[in-house]
């Protein structure tokens, strides 16, 4: 550890709510790489609302820790003094835990290397930048139309010491803009591999938040915050890469090979278990409507933002290596790991089955009447956590997938976050949310 390095420490994690939570360390050492934090095994069971749903061995009794996999600790720029360092969550032995979120998605990450795959993705957050008016209420720092310069100009000193940090903290920085609702940006960073991709998502959050808090300001990534406004989305960007060859193995011939098809067809047949994944809190479901961009039905078609799945145009000089898949539906709730997790498992179960790929469809499947739909065998995406958590529960490849511990676990927790927010209204549930995200 250099001599320059921060006083302070966190060592992070991200639990089955998309909660970054942890411990943190003063004047750290070299010791911790090797042992990590210890943290009460029950944490695991606490749900948004932070009430622990005890099960099994996930109680007062017993310790997990939290053990960085390197020494790669990030500075957020705020509060000084601190950096930040993402964690396996492994056994009170150190052994490998299998209920770790980032465990699991490396899980994942090697079935596909044995079956001669590798994945790169990157996620894309949508967000609000606030404020407090002289009421001492939230709004959105400006009233811009969509996509305007007006927008960027209200956020440009945010924006701007926002994408410094992210490249001091190794990420490149591709594109921004202001977006649909007031207040309201998206700022895309480059790809990785699959682990790194979800480091990034969740450090992007922190370090969000903290630049937003040093400019007297509050940034939220809360699917929906506002009743009468956009939601805020987090499209996942997917490309499947043949090992041997280092090419993109979504393209054959300029068009889509059939391992595309087959990929899509495994998340199209999973994807009302993968949505309690993606979408893992209340108020996302606040955002998850027809006709409101945020892609609620389950289908898959080039270039249409009402699909689950969009086949985004590729690069047209270099198409072969930027074709990639966008998964729309997914929010800033999510556990990142578990989400790429359940979506890299899904689609390579697509392509062990051969399974061919539905009819994509060019169209807004709302405008389609039930009985086309029927025919085309599009439904919508679950309507509540409820539906989703049910429909992770009964399927039974998930269950293989992720384990029957980290299942049930997930699932009770889940519906316990259902029960808690089912009678509020939506200015109570996005009150919670709002913060959290």
Known sequence: MSKDAPDWIRFLYCDLSGIVRGKATYKYSDKKLLNGVALNRGILALNFADQMQSYDEFGAVGDIRLRPD?????????????GVILCDIVQEDGSEFECCPRTILKRQVEKARKAGLYFEAAFEP????????????IVPIDKSRAFSSEGMNEAAELIDSFARALTVAGMTVEQYNAEHGHGQHELSIHHTQPVSAADNHLLYREILRSEAAA?????????????????????????????????????????LSDLAKSFIAGLIEHMPAIVAFGCTCTNSYDRIQPQSASSAYNCWGHRNREAAIRVPP?????????????????????????????????????IERKLP????????????????????????????????????????????????????LYC????????????????ERSWHHLSAF
């Open 126 to 137: 949508e967000f609000y930048v606030l404020r407090r008016d002289a009421s001492d209420q």
């Open 412 to 427: 009770r927790v889940k519906r316990s976050e259902h029960d808690h927010f089912a009678s509020m209204s939506f200015d």
């Open 70 to 82: 390197d020494e790669h600790y990030v500075t957020v720029g705020h509060p000084k003094n601190t």
């Open 357 to 408: 790929a539905p009819k994509p469809i060019d169209c807004d499947p709302s405008h389609l009447d039930p009985q086309a739909l029927k025919k085309l065998k599009i439904q919508r995406l679950p309507h509540s956590l409820m539906d989703a958590v049910n429909a992770l529960d009964h399927d039974a490849f998930m269950h293989e997938t992720f384990g029957e511990k980290f299942m049930q």
């Open 215 to 255: 400019h007297g300001l509050i940034a939220s990534l809360c699917p929906k915050p506002f009743h009468d406004t956009a939601g805020s989305g987090c499209h996942v960007h997917l490309s499947v890469w043949d090992l041997k060859s280092k090419t993109n193995a979504l393209v054959a011939d300029g068009e």
């Open 314 to 350: 590729p690069i047209h000089s270099d198409a072969n290596a930027s074709t990639n898949l966008e998964i729309r539906f997914v929010d800033n709730s999510c556990n990142p790991y578990l989400f790429l997790a359940a979506v890299i498992a899904a689609g390579l179960d697509g």
